[in-house]
């Protein structure tokens, strides 16, 4: 199945910095990318839709300024957390959609995979 | 409005044991539905995706359920082991143009020796 990749897997970091977490395709080519945010015992909650070449799409709620998203290329993209602050401390899950065509024999048309998670803690 | 919701919230089995999780969706236009594996600190892993003229589908140990018209799901998992314990998210895709996902809450399953 198809591969999607996190880096890094776990970052601890002070109060008012940024970080930058790194979703992968490794073996597809994604135009569409989402950033999910879970919580301890949460479901996953969908953050923002990222489409290579253009302005991510962002939820309600969801800080535009805060979560910064590009998309430069349809194998990554990267999500930073600028100024970050402990109730930031989450677990950041991408995921990619493989936009294959109907008819190349590919059973992953059009199917997001999830990368493996960025734990983040901001202390 | 579009919900998913899953049954139990948490499970407690002994290993060796079956057990069956439920979800229940609202999700209109249905797409299909697919069930998650999320074991502790990793993103979901797909364990079965069905379409709406599916009714079952089995991945080894894992077997699910789909009643379209009840708009029911269920994952049953046979002879449960305890690398089996985990999260278990139930997914329903939309028929938008969006595509949209909806998730469960998830089931908390423990495997106990």
């Known amino acids: 199945g198809a591969v999607v990749s996190q880096h890094p897997s776990r970052v601890i970091c002070k109060s008012g910095t940024s970080v930058k977490i790194e979703c992968r395709s490794l073996?597809?080519?994604?135009?569409?990318m989402f950033w999910y945010r879970q919580f301890p015992k949460q479901s996953l909650m969908l953050m923002a839709t990222?489409?290579?070449?253009?302005?991510?799409?962002?939820e309600q709620g969801v800080e535009k300024d805060k979560f910064l998203i590009n998309h430069a290329s349809l194998t990554l993209s990267t999500l930073t957390v600028t100024s970050a602050h402990p109730e930031d401390s989450s677990f950041y899950i991408c995921?990619?959609?493989?936009?294959?065509?109907?008819?190349?024999?590919?059973?992953?048309?059009?199917?997001?995979?999830f990368g493996p998670g960025t734990r983040l803690t901001v202390l | 409005k579009n919900q998913v919701e899953q049954s139990p919230q948490s499970l407690i089995i002994l290993e060796g044991k079956n057990c069956t999780l439920q979800c229940n969706y609202t999700v209109s236009p249905f797409s299909n539905l697919r069930w998650y594996k999320q074991d502790t600190g990793r993103g979901p892993v797909s364990l079965t995706i069905m379409t709406f003229s599916e009714n079952t589908k089995s991945n080894g140990r894992y077997t699910a359920t789909l009643d379209a018209d009840t708009k029911q799901s269920s994952l049953h998992i046979t002879a449960s082991q305890l690398s089996d314990s985990a999260s278990y998210i139930c997914v329903v895709r939309d028929q938008t143009g969006a595509n949209n996902l909806f998730f469960g809450t998830g089931t908390r399953l423990t495997v106990i020796p």
């Open positions: 073996d597809f080519q994604a135009t569409t």
């Open positions: 990222s489409n290579e070449g253009s302005k991510a799409t962002y």
């Open positions: 995921s990619a959609r493989d936009h294959r065509h109907v008819g190349s024999g590919s059973s992953s048309y059009n199917e997001q995979f």
